[in-house]
């Protein structure tokens, strides 16, 4: 791989041995991957933060070692300098104030919270969530980063038109203290053409029913460029979250095309750039139903645990379900957690949705979700979510039964402690 | 290193190009569908979990694994990472999709790699074959189990 005189020294270790090793992975992985060089980036969002009991015994021989092994894959322990590149920590495993409830020992809080000291210095800001472009990183068009996170990097190269591959842990640890990442994917302008068509013969309209359209394409599609065209509603960031967070969970994709609405194309012809269409799939009532049916993995109509807010929540969602639940009370069998950045979690509480939440009997998470943290309520058997990636991943991480639905199905479902939703 | 006198003559050869450097051999595990490693894998045993895949339930710890490539969260290679720390990671890999998860995933679980043959992988190896990744030649030797 071509590297620059800067990158050279870098990795030869004359800023550091950090940087050193940095350059090492990146190098490997860049030729891993055939790319002919590096790019510079500047924005930077990925896994930092220990709060897994895997990592507890690296941390007992220092914060050090975490990076080490585990952001740079290097054998060598290095001293930790200052992030050169504007970096953010994404979903974490502890909810910082709620720890309790998820059931994490007290030693592994006191670990998070030392080793987010010891990254919040050196430059790591803690936006603790999937969904940084809903706290302040709305990378511009164009722009070169670094992103972890499959709901974040399909939303950052797709509405933002900026421009990421996923990420890995190790990379991002590289890129925040070097600046670099390999040029390859979808920071070539040629590659973030469309590859199939995907023609709409329904309405998608709500959240569902966009959940359900991002779940049947990643199925379809892989990790290929599906161009959407045949829209009758116009999509908000709350649909465009839950629908990319959903085709990156059965499939691959990282990028796509909504002529007219995304930023890199205003016409199907603009989208494919002239490339030659591989296949194109039509999506009607025969296809939702079958999706919506491969959500489900639930047989039992008793549900003991409802998980809202994957990907992380805007505030308008913490607004529609503070007011479903307006003077109400969950059933005494069923737990409800509701997920939301802790930034916003700020502003619900100033809005009185928190009150309303906790009031009806539900609690508001930040930091966290059950998929990473790998934590649910004691003796949860059966789910509901509103999140088609919750239903992909909580049944094959932790065993329990799950049920797919709209909002206002799982809200139902919390308050009667059974499964009534419909497709 | 001449590939053809240390292959046996029912040997099958494909060529590639190196992912990661270093030489495996060892029992295939074949699947046609791509793998999830964070919420798809057990990385404390190697175990794919996810619902619905062909493989639910089967290890890949010590053997050759060919698959189309990774899916899914960018978590695919911190799982992949600590399959190796956990020692219950593939011996080599054999993918036919490049992707950046794929990539550094090969890199930091550190067993040799190859990708781009000049035959399908996926169709030409099956469960149970005996596999000799060289990455650095760039060549995968395919002994047949015997049927």
């Known amino acids: 791989m071509k590297l620059t005189d800067y990158e050279k020294a870098m990795y030869e270790g004359e800023h550091g041995r950090a940087k050193a090793r940095a350059m090492d992975l990146l190098v490997r992985y860049g030729e891993a991957l055939g790319a002919e060089r590096l790019v510079e980036t500047n924005n930077v969002a990925g896994a930092f933060n220990a709060s897994t009991p895997s990592v507890q015994a690296i941390a007992q021989k220092g914060m050090e070692h975490i990076y080490s092994e585990l952001n740079l894959d290097s054998d060598e322990v290095v001293e930790v300098p200052h992030m050169v590149a504007h970096t953010c920590q994404l979903i974490t495993g502890i909810d910082n104030d709620n720890w309790e409830l998820q059931g994490v020992d007290k030693s592994l809080v006191d670990m998070q919270r030392a080793n987010e000291k010891y990254l919040g210095r050196r430059g ?21 980063c670094a ?15 900026a421009r990421t591959n996923v990420e890995g842990k190790e990379s991002t640890g590289a890129a925040a203290l070097t600046g670099r990442i390999p040029y390859w994917g979808f920071h ?12 709409l013969d329904i309405e998608v309209d709500d959240m569902m029913d966009w959940g359900l359209l991002g779940y049947y394409i990643g199925e379809v599609i892989g990790e290929d460029i599906p161009v959407i065209n045949g829209r009758s509603h116009q999509p ?80 308008d969602q913490m ?27 700020q502003v619900a509480e100033r809005n009185g949705y928190i009150d309303v939440i906790r009031d009806a009997g539900g609690v508001v998470m930040s930091d966290t979700c059950p998929a990473i943290s790998r934590r649910l309520p004691a003796g949860t058997r059966v789910i509901a979510t509103d999140s088609a990636k919750q239903a992909h991943y909580l049944p094959a991480i932790t065993g329990v039964q799950g049920w797919f639905g709209s909002v ?7 308050l009667t402690g059974q499964w009534n939703g419909r497709a | 290193m001449d590939i053809a006198t240390e292959a046996k003559p029912e040997a099958i050869v494909l060529k590639g190009r190196k992912v990661v450097a270093g030489r495996a051999e060892g029992e295939a595990l074949v699947t046609t569908e791509t793998i999830s490693g964070w919420g798809g894998i057990n990385e404390r045993t190697g175990t794919i979990i996810e619902r619905r895949h062909q493989m639910r339930d089967v290890s890949f710890a010590g053997k050759i694994l060919v698959f189309p490539g990774a899916k899914g969260s960018s978590g695919w290679s911190a799982y992949f990472h600590m399959t190796r720390l956990n020692g219950v990671q ?40 005996w596999v000799v990744v060289d990455a650095d030649a760039g060549t995968v030797t395919i002994t047949k189990k015997k049927t």
């Open chain 1, 124 to 144: 790591v800001n803690m936006f603790a969530t999937c969904t940084p472009y809903q706290v302040g990183n709305v990378p511009v068009k164009g722009e070169h």
């Open chain 1, 147 to 161: 992103w972890m996170e499959s709901s974040a990097v399909i939303y950052c190269n797709s509405v933002l038109g």
């Open chain 1, 188 to 199: 070539i302008t040629e590659n973030r053409r469309g590859t199939h068509l995907v023609e």
């Open chain 1, 236 to 315: 908000d960031l709350i649909k465009l979250k839950h629908f990319g967070a959903a085709a990156a969970s059965s499939g691959g994709v990282e990028m796509y095309h909504i002529p007219g609405i995304t930023p890199e194309a205003d016409t199907v012809e603009e989208a494919f750039g002239g490339r030659k269409i591989k296949g194109t799939f039509r999506y009607g009532t025969a296809e939702r139903r079958e999706t919506y049916e491969k959500l489900q993995s639930s047989t039992e109509k008793k549900v003991d645990f409802i998980m809202l807010g994957c990907p992380h929540n805007s505030i």
């Open chain 1, 319 to 345: 607004a529609l379900i503070a007011h479903m639940l307006e003077d109400r009370k969950i059933h005494s069998d069923v737990q409800l957690w509701v997920h939301t950045p802790r930034a916003i979690k």
């Open chain 1, 408 to 414: 206002s199905d799982c809200v139902d479902a919390a």
């Open chain 2, 90 to 129: 593939p011996q080599a890999m054999i993918f036919t999709r490049m992707t950046t998860k794929i990539a550094l995933g090969a890199v930091v679980t550190r067993v040799p790699a190859i990708t781009e043959l000049d035959q399908d992988p996926l169709s030409v190896i099956e469960t149970g074959d």
